[in-house]
């Protein structure tokens, strides 16, 4: 079998959040904050990039570090974290990422002669009189810096605007001059905050954090995370400062508001916030996003879709798979890794990993991995207690009969396999007591055609999945 693209799209092992891709001389690059595996904290990593060829979404290669916390003046002791980033191409044709350390409120300039080579620190962005954005009476505090160039002017996105805070308009844009640091047009708001959004068309998804632009035609494509946080939301305008309209939802992170395969409004994955953008790659369009593991808000992955825009330049929204990368479903045959499930759920529902009270423990399956931050551990799902279940989407099944699954843990019971979550139970799979990954089939026969593939654990005690396999 060739090799397919799945979600996450980095290995298991890898933790990058808010990812901004970008199409540079044939590959994709994704640049993004650096969680941690069992981290205590948002980014504690530095920055690494990750490449692809843009045809081919199943082929990533590690670009390596390219960018440390105490590279930042403001940063010698690297107490500070490196938060969400982004990256544009200056009118001299260098790389300039752009970022903010998350205990200060300015925006950092770093550069580098590639897309992910070294990049050395370079500036901050500043008001004409010296002053840096973010310190000077009326600006508002700097955070998750979006930018695009255009000719001599790139315009730089900034916010973070809690629910009820009327001290933050919104997500403010700015306009800089040719040297990427130095603005050129002062700050204004391009997207209402929460109290701000009353008769806007923003009601219930204005704007929170994570602004990223992109550029469509005509259009200016302004994607962010809303005041929800499992969902990243767009507005759309002719100019790239002004007259933003709200558009929809592109992608939900537990996959709220689709109603083509469950209830719009039943969460069928633990969200949380949510960062990330859409890139054009070979005449297709992907929305780049992230999920949550671990049962914590700080072991991010992130993960991609293809999405669909319609005769009026507005989206579709894209459903959380197994095999965004691919481009269409995974083959229905061979063995799959637990941790490529889009759907994980039980009884007792969480619509967030971190909501007050609802903090993952032994009541809710989690996807994780062995080992320690940097191990290159085969991620799996852990605390699959009764009634947990996994799901994964898509794959094109034909002549399937057996299904075989590895589990380990103190449990008793029996997996059911069936093609929707509440569809009927096509076969069961009697698992018990075990400490060591333990493989057990059952003849199952599964339709064929393109289908949807969910597991249910069954029984007492609690299972860990590891992969399961179909022929």
Not at 147 to 169: I, M, N, P, W
Request: proline residues 6%.
């Amino acid at each position: 079998m060739k090799k397919q693209g799945f979600n996450p799209y980095l290995p298991s092992w890898e933790y990058i959040p808010d990812g901004e891709p970008y199409s540079f001389n044939g590959k994709v690059y994704v640049y993004g904050s650096h969680d941690r595996f069992n981290g205590h904290a948002y980014c504690l990593n530095e920055y690494a990039c990750w490449s692809a060829p843009a045809e081919n979404l199943a082929d990533w290669s590690y670009e390596g570090l390219i960018y440390e916390k105490t590279d930042d003046p403001l940063n010698p002791d690297g107490s500070m974290c490196l938060y969400a980033p982004d990256v544009t191409v200056g009118p001299d044709g260098r790389y300039y990422l752009y970022y903010v350390l998350d205990k200060v409120s300015v925006v950092s300039v770093a550069v580098c002669d590639t897309p992910a080579g070294r990049y050395a620190f370079y500036g901050y962005v500043q008001h004409a009189d010296g002053t840096r954005l973010g310190e000077k009476d009326g600006d508002e505090p700097a955070f998750d810096p979006g930018v695009l160039t255009e000719g001599e002017k790139t315009y730089l996105y900034t916010g973070f605007c809690a629910a009820g805070d009327r001290s933050r308009r919104g997500a403010m844009a700015t306009v800089l001059g040719p040297d990427m640091l130095t603005i050129l047009e002062e700050p204004a708001c391009a997207l209402p905050s929460e109290p701000y959004s009353d008769g806007s068309g923003f009601e219930g998804h204005a704007f929170f954090e994570a602004p990223s632009i992109r550029k469509k035609g005509d259009t200016y494509y302004l994607i962010y995370s809303s005041i929800v946080m499992h969902e990243l939301c767009y507005a759309t305008s002719r100019f790239p400062t002004r007259d933003f309209v709200y558009q929809g939802v592109i992608i939900s992170n537990n996959d709220l508001h689709i109603d083509s395969y469950k209830p719009a409004e039943m969460p069928m994955f633990y969200g949380g916030n949510n960062h990330g953008s859409i890139v054009e790659l070979n005449g297709k369009w992907y929305i780049f996003y992230h999920r949550h593991t671990n049962g914590t808000n700080f072991s991010r992955q992130g993960c991609v879709e293809p999405i669909a825009f319609r005769e009026d330049g507005t989206i579709v929204q894209a459903e959380m798979t197994s095999c965004g990368p691919n481009g269409g479903p995974l083959e229905g045959r061979g063995e799959y890794p637990a941790y490529l499930a889009c759907n994980l759920f039980c009884s007792d529902q969480a619509l967030y990993t971190g909501a007050p009270g609802e903090w993952m423990d032994s009541r809710f399956p989690k996807i994780t991995q062995d080992g320690k931050d940097g191990d290159e551990e085969v991620g799996y799902i852990a605390n699959m207690r009764d009634s947990a279940t996994a799901g994964f989407k898509y794959f094109r099944c034909e002549g399937i009969r057996t299904v075989r699954i590895r589990v380990r843990g103190y449990c008793r019971g029996a997996f059911e396999v069936k093609t929707a979550w509440d569809g009927p139970v096509l076969g069961w799979i009697p698992v018990d007591f075990t400490n060591v990954w333990t493989a057990y089939s059952a003849d199952v026969i599964i339709p064929d055609g393109i289908q949807a593939l969910y597991f249910t654990y069954k029984g007492t005690g609690g299972a860990s999945l590891a992969s399961f396999a179909l022929a």
